[in-house]
């Protein structure tokens, strides 16, 4: 039974470790700048919000996102703030939104709409399954690819 320890990965060269593949994505920003970071763009939105300017807010928190380690009080903040943002937008007015954004903005708003399905305890998932329909309508099952093999993730 011992042999079901071993890590057979060290005798592979090919083998990444996770420090070394997030390494290619490093911001060179620390968590704390990560976390602040996140934290005035959620403020930025909810004002936006506030003002009725959904649009610009959209677009907004779509800037940015926070990759990397050690990071996940703003990754679920940021989740958190796009969700609620995303609940703000009628049905009928979903494409049209979709449409202004461009593909990488697409691709960022899959990724936070997959974030948000991981937890379907805290978040909405009728919501974001419409809008996973609709993205995937007008971005098609490229930005779905896409977001499932980028090692950055916000989950």
Same mark, same amino acid.
Do not use: C
């Given at each position: 039974?011992?042999?079901?320890?071993?890590?057979?990965? %060290?005798?592979?060269?090919?083998?990444? /470790?996770?420090d #070394?593949? !997030?390494?290619?994505?490093?911001?060179? *920003?620390?968590? #704390?700048?990560?976390?602040? +970071?996140? %934290?005035? @763009?959620?403020?930025?939105?909810?004002?936006?919000?506030?003002?009725?300017?959904l649009?610009? &807010?959209?677009?907004?928190?779509? #800037?940015?996102?926070?990759?990397?380690?050690?990071?996940? +009080?703003?990754?679920f903040?940021?989740?958190?703030?796009?969700?609620?943002?995303?609940?703000?937008?009628? &049905?009928?007015?979903?494409?049209?939104?979709?449409?202004? !954004?461009?593909?990488?903005?697409?691709?960022? *708003?899959?990724?936070y709409?997959?974030?948000?399905?991981?937890?379907?305890?805290?978040? +909405?998932?009728?919501? !974001?399954?419409?809008w996973? #329909?609709?993205? /995937?309508?007008?971005?098609?099952?490229?930005?779905?690819? @896409?977001?499932? /093999?980028?090692?950055?993730?916000?989950?």
């Amino acid at each position: 039974m011992s042999w079901r320890r071993i890590d057979i990965d %060290q005798y592979d060269e090919d083998a990444y /470790t996770e420090d #070394e593949i !997030l390494a290619d994505f490093d911001t060179g *920003l620390s968590p #704390e700048q990560i976390e602040s +970071n996140a %934290q005035v @763009r959620s403020s930025d939105v909810r004002n936006l919000m506030t003002k009725g300017d959904l649009n610009s &807010a959209l677009i907004r928190s779509l #800037e940015d996102p926070p990759y990397g380690r050690n990071v996940d +009080n703003a990754k679920f903040s940021s989740t958190q703030t796009v969700v609620d943002l995303l609940n703000g937008f009628r &049905a009928t007015d979903i494409p049209d939104t979709i449409k202004n !954004l461009s593909s990488d903005q697409r691709d960022v *708003l899959m990724k936070y709409l997959y974030a948000g399905m991981a937890k379907p305890e805290v978040f +909405n998932s009728s919501v !974001l399954l419409t809008w996973h #329909e609709k993205l /995937t309508e007008v971005a098609g099952t490229g930005s779905i690819v @896409r977001v499932m /093999t980028d090692k950055r993730t916000l989950v």
